[in-house]
């Protein structure tokens, strides 16, 4: 069975970081575009960071960038998702995603993938 594991969520102070990491078993990443989505309750899914096949393209969303940087390490099949100077906002549930034959552009705007991790979540509070 194909699955993606994310990890690394929590409770963390306005200001603070945390490291998301995402672990795939069941395939090889070497072929997928990798995106980190979120979703807070109420809200829909978001596209925050979403990364090529081979790492070379990139994409945030205008709220996250210059904060949050994505990076993937096909050899070991993980894609992690450092964030810094976390707000409140930043409070969701975030999500790794998979998806073939796509433009990082096209899958973080439109929220699309083939796979999806079960998510971990963020909590941004004093």
């Known amino acids: 069975q194909l699955q993606l594991v994310e990890s690394g969520g929590g409770l963390v102070q306005p200001g603070g970081s945390l490291r998301l990491s995402c672990d795939v078993s069941g395939f090889t990443l070497d072929y997928y575009a990798i995106g980190w989505f979120r979703q807070a309750p109420g809200k829909g899914r978001e596209g925050v960071s979403c990364i090529s096949s081979g790492g070379g393209s990139t994409y945030y969303a205008g709220s996250v960038k210059g904060r949050f940087s994505i990076s993937r390490d096909n050899a070991k099949n993980t894609v992690d998702l450092q964030m810094n100077s976390l707000k409140p906002e930043d409070t969701a549930v975030y999500y790794c995603?998979?998806?073939?034959?796509?433009?990082?552009?096209?899958?973080?705007?439109?929220?699309?993938?083939?796979?999806w991790g079960q998510g971990t979540q963020v909590t941004v509070s004093s």
């Open positions: 995603a998979a998806r073939r034959l796509t433009t990082v552009q096209a899958m973080c705007v439109r929220s699309l993938s083939d796979y």
